[in-house]
């Protein structure tokens, strides 16, 4: 069993690009959980930590560019979601840096937790404005 499933109601927009990247961190979220379950956390955190960084501010730049085009009402709330989670990451991998341990389970627990509560309260706004006619 994956330490983060997908489900129904993570689905913003049926499948499609936001869809794909959540999808995609899930996958990452449980690549570095293996590992650190398997005690390689250590030793893969640091690459993982890396793209993770990467894809996460490339989606969330898509998402925002998605939410001014179909001209999203709590764009700006939203946005301040978004940058206090990138500083949340680079906060960790400053501490990853330092030589902090528990780098990589407080990785997988503050990613899960972002994806579950983040896409199923906040994106999931976007998700119902989206079906609005």
Do not use: C
Not at 57 to 67: C, F, I, P, T
Not at 83 to 99: C, M, P, V
């Amino acid at each position: 069993m994956a330490y983060f499933e997908w489900a129904d109601d993570l689905a913003i927009d049926a499948g499609g690009p936001i869809d794909q990247d959540h999808r995609h961190l899930v996958d990452m979220v449980n690549a570095l959980h293996t590992a650190t379950s398997e005690g390689r956390g250590r030793e893969v955190v640091g690459p993982i930590l890396e793209e993770l960084i990467a894809y996460t501010d490339a989606h969330l730049r898509r998402e925002e560019q998605e939410m001014a085009r179909v001209r999203f009402p709590t764009l700006e709330e939203h946005l301040r979601w978004h940058r206090k989670f990138i500083a949340d990451l680079n906060d960790l991998r400053q501490r990853y840096e330092t030589g902090s341990v528990t780098v990589a389970a407080q990785l997988s627990m503050v990613l899960r937790d972002w994806l579950s509560l983040h896409i199923r309260r906040s994106d999931r706004e976007l998700r119902e404005f989206l079906k609005q006619p």
